[in-house]
């Protein structure tokens, strides 16, 4: 017998119902047969915007858009057949005529005989779930465009302890630089393609990633290639992880840099050697020669080095030409370097200078090796525009045992004047370094007093030369050049005392006295209503001081001036021997502003190295290329050529060595920015500093302002490019 409920128990049923729908979130309403809505609860009409009394009694398609009528009445049908629709995805228009997505669960309603009667539904906003979803989409199909159309080499890489940098995905232009197909990588871990040598490093890192040690690495690293040739390449890799921050995998980017690790290559072997000749440069021979002390000091042996020049060469130069001097220079230097053991080194120290080291020998057996480089110069005509040339080379010996003292730059210079003095008994023979030579070191030492003094008492003094703006036609700024006074009151040039105050380690100190002065004048300038720029020279070891830029930093605070107004020299001479510090010297000075310029441009190798390593704004273009412009077609082609390089590099160019309007007019022509020389402006004392240069383009005349003449001593008693005018400091 069937329980009997009061009707009272269904009346609070259906209210309690009744509630439950109209304080829902989802939107929950009802249509008949022919999809009149019959019920609308609250829920639908926050979703939808409808009221009740809006809603009730319409039709149900007024929430459909056009496009999706069809696939709507399918779903009726669906439903009405007595079936159910679980989670339907679709769209809805709202009152405001907004469009949103919705998820719909409906199924029929039957009344007590089972008669289907209309539709219920269920309908939920899941319009930010499809947009996080389509986010979703996009953000991986642009990953996979990004991965799969990159032009570097990108990869996945498992992280699975068990199976560690196996690949499970590649890129084409990953195939195309190691050279094995994307099924073929996918069989291999990123170990089965790095060098035996790098595989340790490569692993480690990558074993820090994992481990969160570091959030990122980048190496560079050796690829081995499918046809197993090594191939540089820069490796970039980093985690992805899910949103709960677990790793999932490596994305591993290599990119080929074997082109720029072999040219990196092809300039730190320009830096070390003679571009003539191939042997070492005085740089790198330096270095090995203080490298061979040290051993001998620590072993107990000893060594020797032997200092060559070729006698009456510039005969030859002067007679033959400077392209039969360099054909000569290069066949003593191959002549020489054949008869040496292979523990010996040869270095091309400049001009038609050689030098060799000779470890582990004593003096008898460095004065065999002599005569037998003599011999084989003496005894072997070389041959130049097809006739032979006999020559002669002159030798001095400076040996060196353990305990000694002496540096590798002492013994050069010991070697040195014991070949000049071979020179002076007759050429053609070698000579020891002998105490008789204790008497030019001595001459030294006075030199050195006398710098010491000069500043202790404040005695240097500063020329100025003007540099010319040639789209302006206005100066622009001027470089400081030093003088010392001599003993009788003349101004002595650099050429006269810097190689001693370079070799004595004065040169610090003049550089910081140069480079205060030019900060006070500039601050003096400034606050006389005038501005001024200028340019200073440093030498190579005040570059690599790690205190000057501190210093420099003080002076240009105290002063309260633009550091851009401060241009600081190197020249391509200067002998930088640590290029970390020099590198960091640069950087420092170039943040807050500073101007850097890289004198003598295009006189050796050095310049590309030093342009390679430091962020230079000026190239000073070497005087040698601008003497003979005019008469010079190479000279034209190399001018070209450097300031093309320089404008790609957004470098500024200045010309040195300007020595007539038909020079100046071929600088402006080649779009060189600035000229520098006795055409422009002549070498003269601060005091005339504000008296105008005139500047006349069109009558091709450039002319010093009024002013004294140049005083003695100054680089404007001497014809421009003489050895007296020493680059460094005017």
Same mark, same amino acid.
């Given at each position: 017998m069937a329980e009997v409920r009061p009707p009272q128990a269904d009346i609070a049923l259906e209210a309690w119902l009744a509630s439950i729908i109209e304080s829902s979130t989802l939107g929950i309403l009802s249509k008949t047969r022919e999809g009149v809505i019959t019920s609308w609860n609250a829920g639908a009409e926050r979703l939808y915007g409808y009221s009740q009394d809006d809603a009730i009694g319409q039709p149900a398609s007024l929430l459909v858009p056009a496009e999706r009528l069809c696939d709507e009445e399918e779903i009726l049908r669906q439903v009405l057949a007595g079936?159910?629709?679980?989670?339907?995805?679709?769209?809805?228009?709202?009152?405001?005529?907004?469009?949103?997505?919705?998820?719909?669960?409906?199924?029929?309603?039957?009344?007590?005989?089972?008669?289907?009667?209309?539709?219920?539904?269920?309908?939920?906003?899941?319009?930010?779930?499809?947009?996080?979803?389509?986010?979703?989409?996009?953000?991986?199909?642009?990953?996979?465009?990004?991965?799969?159309?990159?032009?570097?080499?990108?990869?996945?890489l498992s992280i699975d302890p068990a199976s560690p940098g196996r690949f499970l995905e590649v890129n084409q232009a990953f195939c195309e630089l190691t050279g094995y197909s994307r099924e073929q990588l996918e069989t291999l871990d990123c170990e089965a393609l790095t060098h035996p040598e790098d595989v340790e490093e490569d692993a480690s890192l990558l074993a820090q990633l994992v481990a969160g040690e570091i959030q990122n690495y980048e190496i560079e690293t050796r690829c081995i290639h499918a046809e197993r040739h090594v191939v540089w390449v820069l490796v970039t890799a980093s985690l992805v992880r899910d949103d709960s921050g677990k790793p999932l995998y490596c994305i591993r980017q290599i990119q080929d840099i074997q082109e720029r690790k072999q040219f990196a290559g092809h300039l730190e072997y320009l830096a070390d050697h003679d571009a003539?000749?191939?042997?070492?440069?005085?740089?790198?021979?330096?270095?090995?020669?203080?490298?061979?002390?040290s051993y001998a000091h620590r072993y107990g042996e000893g060594g020797a080095v032997l200092f060559l020049d070729i006698d009456?060469?510039?005969?030859?130069?002067?007679?033959?030409?400077?392209?039969?001097?360099?054909?000569?220079?290069?066949?003593?230097?191959?002549?020489? !370097?054949?008869?040496?053991?292979?523990?010996?080194?040869?270095?091309? $120290?400049?001009?038609? @200078?050689?030098?060799? %080291?000779?470890? &582990?020998?004593?003096?008898?057996?460095?004065?065999?090796?002599?005569r037998g480089l003599m011999q084989a110069v003496r005894q072997n005509p070389l041959r130049s525009t097809g006739r032979p040339i006999a020559l002669t080379v002159s030798v001095g010996i400076a040996p060196f045992h353990a305990g000694a003292g002496t540096t590798a730059d002492d013994l050069l210079i010991e070697a040195d004047l014991a070949m000049y003095n071979a020179k002076e008994v007759g050429r053609d023979r070698f000579v020891f370094a002998s105490d008789e030579q204790q008497a030019r070191m001595e001459n030294r030492l006075t030199w050195t007093g006398r710098i010491r003094k000069a500043l202790d008492e404040d005695l240097f003094v500063l020329y100025c030369q003007p540099i010319l703006d040639l789209r302006s036609n206005e100066i622009s700024q001027y470089e400081l050049l030093l003088r010392?006074? !001599?003993?009788?009151?003349?101004?002595?040039?650099?050429?006269?005392? $810097?190689?001693?105050? @370079?070799?004595?380690? %004065?040169?610090? &100190?003049?550089?910081?006295?140069?480079?205060?002065?030019?900060?006070?004048?500039?601050?003096?300038?400034?606050r006389a209503g005038r501005e001024l720029r200028l340019e200073v020279n440093v030498s190579g070891r005040s570059v690599a001081d790690p205190e000057l830029p501190g210093f420099i930093v003080e002076q240009l605070d105290a002063a309260s001036i633009d550091p851009a107004q401060l241009i600081l020299e190197v020249t391509e001479t200067a002998a930088i021997g640590n290029m970390d510090e020099a590198r960091r010297f640069v950087a420092r000075l170039t943040d807050i502003g500073c101007c850097?310029?890289?004198?003598?441009?295009?006189?050796?190798?050095?310049?590309?190295?030093?342009?390679?390593?430091?962020?230079?704004?000026?190239l000073k273009i070497d005087g040698e290329f601008i003497r003979n412009l005019p008469a010079s077609n190479t000279d034209q082609l190399i001018l070209r050529s450097i300031v093309q390089m320089a404008n790609g590099l957004g470098k500024k160019t200045i010309a040195e060595f300007v020595g007539d309007e038909a020079s100046l007019q071929l600088l402006r022509e080649h779009g060189v920015q600035y000229a520098q020389g006795y055409h422009v402006g002549r070498p003269r004392p601060l005091t005339e500093l504000r008296a105008p240069v005139h500047t006349n383009a069109a009558a091709g005349q450039h002319s010093q302002g009024p002013g004294p003449s140049p005083s003695p001593g100054s680089s404007a008693s001497q014809p421009e490019g003489t050895s007296a005018d020493h680059r460094r400091f005017g």
């Open positions: 079936g159910r629709v679980d989670h339907y995805e679709t769209e809805r228009v709202r009152k405001d005529g907004g469009s949103i997505a919705v998820a719909v669960s409906a199924s029929p309603i039957k009344d007590a005989d089972g008669t289907l009667v209309g539709i219920s539904a269920i309908e939920r906003d899941i319009t930010d779930r499809k947009r996080v979803e389509e986010a979703l989409g996009e953000a991986e199909a642009c990953f996979k465009s990004t991965f799969e159309d990159a032009p570097i080499g990108m990869a996945r003539l000749t191939g042997l070492f440069n005085r740089r790198r021979f330096v270095r090995e020669l203080s490298h061979q002390m009456n060469f510039k005969d030859v130069n002067d007679t033959l030409g400077h392209q039969a001097g360099d054909e000569l220079i290069a066949s003593v230097a191959h002549l020489l !370097g054949e008869r040496l053991r292979e523990t010996d080194a040869i270095a091309r $120290l400049g001009g038609d @200078e050689f030098a060799v %080291l000779l470890p &582990r020998v004593g003096a008898d057996e460095a004065a065999a090796v002599a010392m006074p !001599g003993t009788s009151g003349e101004l002595l040039l650099p050429a006269s005392f $810097l190689y001693t105050a @370079e070799r004595y380690d %004065l040169i610090r &100190r003049i550089d910081r006295w140069v480079i205060s002065r030019a900060i006070e004048l500039i601050g003096d300038e400034r850097f310029a890289l004198d003598d441009f295009g006189a050796g190798f050095g310049s590309f190295y030093y342009l390679k390593y430091l962020p230079l704004d000026y």
